[in-house]
C-alpha cells in the first residue's frame, strides 16, 4: 500500500518542470502547471518550516569550601546548616555506590538513566529537581560528594516540583584526598524552561545566607581552597572496610560515605 502510494507520487512530481523553476526562479514559479497536477507536488518558491524549540536554562552557585574538625562527627551536622533558610524538607543524598557510578539524568541514554532512577527514585521532587540542576551543571558530583539539600525559594507546582525561578540547594561536603578532613561548601541551583531576571540575584544572597550557616557550625575551621577532586573513569570499587560502601571513586582516600581511610589491596 505504502510502496504503490511512493511510486504513483514519484510518477506525478514534474522534473522538467522542477528544472526550469531552479534555472529561472520567480518568473518560472509563475509558469502553470500541468492540468490535473496537484499543487502539493510542485516545490513552493519559499519552504514554509513550522519551527519547534525548547530553551532549557540550568544556573547555580557554589561558595568556598570550610574545612571541618572531628571528621564523621560533623556528618551528623549537615542538616542543621539549612535550617533558617529551608522551605521544605532537609534530604540528605548520600555519594553513589559502584553500581551507580554511570547514573546520569539524561533520558536518552537509557542505562545511566535507568541507573539514575534507581538511585534517586526515592528522594522528593525538590531533590530530584535539584540533582538533575546540578549535576547538569557539574556543580555536585555524587562519586564523592554528600548532598543535602531542600527548597530555598520559590514554589512548587501541584506534583511538588520546583518552578524554573524556584532555587533548590544547600550544603555539599567531600572529604579532602590530602587530609581526611571533611570540606562542606554551599551550593544553590535553579532553572528549567525560563529564566528570571532576579534568580541570579536570589541565588547569590542564598547561598551566603548557607555559608554563614556553615561557618557558625561548631566544626568549622574556616574558609579553604581545596580542588574537588576529580574522578577518573573506570575504576573504583574499593570496599570501605569500617561501613561496607564501595566507592565510585578512583580517587577516593577516604571513604565517600563515612570518612574512614580506605584501604586498598
Ligand atoms: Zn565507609
Redesign the pocket.
Same mark, same amino acid.
Given at each position: 500500500m505504502t510502496g504503490d502510494g511512493s511510486c504513483h507520487w514519484g510518477a506525478l512530481v514534474p522534473l522538467d518542470f522542477l528544472k526550469r523553476r531552479s534555472g529561472a526562479g520567480a518568473a518560472a514559479a509563475a509558469a502553470p502547471s500541468a492540468p490535473g497536477q496537484t499543487l502539493s507536488s510542485a516545490l513552493p518558491e519559499e519552504v514554509i518550516a513550522h519551527e519547534y524549540q525548547l530553551k532549557l536554562y540550568y544556573a547555580g552557585k557554589s561558595s568556598e569550601g570550610v574545612r571541618m574538625t572531628a571528621g564523621p562527627n560533623a556528618m551528623a551536622e549537615l542538616p542543621s546548616m539549612l535550617v533558617g533558610l529551608a522551605k521544605s524538607e532537609i534530604e540528605v543524598v548520600e555519594p553513589l555506590p559502584i553500581e551507580f557510578s554511570q547514573a546520569t539524568p539524561v533520558i536518552a541514554r537509557p542505562s545511566e538513566a535507568m541507573q539514575w532512577l534507581n538511585a534517586h527514585h526515592v528522594h522528593s521532587p525538590v531533590t530530584r529537581h535539584a540533582l538533575v540542576v546540578l549535576e547538569s551543571i557539574d556543580a555536585i558530583d555524587l562519586a564523592f560528594d554528600t548532598f543535602v539539600c531542600a527548597l530555598l525559594d520559590g514554589e512548587v507546582d501541584t506534583s511538588g516540583y520546583p518552578e524554573y525561578n524556584a532555587i533548590v540547594g544547600g550544603v555539599a561536603s567531600h572529604w579532602d584526598e590530602a587530609t581526611g578532613d571533611m570540606i562542606v561548601r554551599s551550593v544553590v541551583g535553579w532553572g528549567g524552561r525560563g529564566v528570571r531576571g532576579d534568580s541570579d540575584r536570589n541565588g547569590s544572597r542564598i547561598l551566603s545566607g548557607l555559608l554563614t550557616n556553615v561557618l557558625a557550625s561548631q566544626y568549622s575551621m574556616g574558609l579553604t581552597a581545596v580542588e574537588r577532586p576529580v574522578p577518573a573513569a573506570g575504576r573504583g570499587g574499593v570496599v570501605?572496610a569500617?561501613? @561496607?560502601?564501595a566507592s565510585a571513586h578512583e580517587r577516593a582516600f577516604y571513604?565517600p560515605?563515612? @570518612?574512614?581511610r580506605l584501604l586498598r589491596g
Amino acid at each position: 500500500m505504502t510502496g504503490d502510494g511512493s511510486c504513483h507520487w514519484g510518477a506525478l512530481v514534474p522534473l522538467d518542470f522542477l528544472k526550469r523553476r531552479s534555472g529561472a526562479g520567480a518568473a518560472a514559479a509563475a509558469a502553470p502547471s500541468a492540468p490535473g497536477q496537484t499543487l502539493s507536488s510542485a516545490l513552493p518558491e519559499e519552504v514554509i518550516a513550522h519551527e519547534y524549540q525548547l530553551k532549557l536554562y540550568y544556573a547555580g552557585k557554589s561558595s568556598e569550601g570550610v574545612r571541618m574538625t572531628a571528621g564523621p562527627n560533623a556528618m551528623a551536622e549537615l542538616p542543621s546548616m539549612l535550617v533558617g533558610l529551608a522551605k521544605s524538607e532537609i534530604e540528605v543524598v548520600e555519594p553513589l555506590p559502584i553500581e551507580f557510578s554511570q547514573a546520569t539524568p539524561v533520558i536518552a541514554r537509557p542505562s545511566e538513566a535507568m541507573q539514575w532512577l534507581n538511585a534517586h527514585h526515592v528522594h522528593s521532587p525538590v531533590t530530584r529537581h535539584a540533582l538533575v540542576v546540578l549535576e547538569s551543571i557539574d556543580a555536585i558530583d555524587l562519586a564523592f560528594d554528600t548532598f543535602v539539600c531542600a527548597l530555598l525559594d520559590g514554589e512548587v507546582d501541584t506534583s511538588g516540583y520546583p518552578e524554573y525561578n524556584a532555587i533548590v540547594g544547600g550544603v555539599a561536603s567531600h572529604w579532602d584526598e590530602a587530609t581526611g578532613d571533611m570540606i562542606v561548601r554551599s551550593v544553590v541551583g535553579w532553572g528549567g524552561r525560563g529564566v528570571r531576571g532576579d534568580s541570579d540575584r536570589n541565588g547569590s544572597r542564598i547561598l551566603s545566607g548557607l555559608l554563614t550557616n556553615v561557618l557558625a557550625s561548631q566544626y568549622s575551621m574556616g574558609l579553604t581552597a581545596v580542588e574537588r577532586p576529580v574522578p577518573a573513569a573506570g575504576r573504583g570499587g574499593v570496599v570501605c572496610a569500617h561501613c @561496607g560502601f564501595a566507592s565510585a571513586h578512583e580517587r577516593a582516600f577516604y571513604c565517600p560515605k563515612c @570518612g574512614m581511610r580506605l584501604l586498598r589491596g
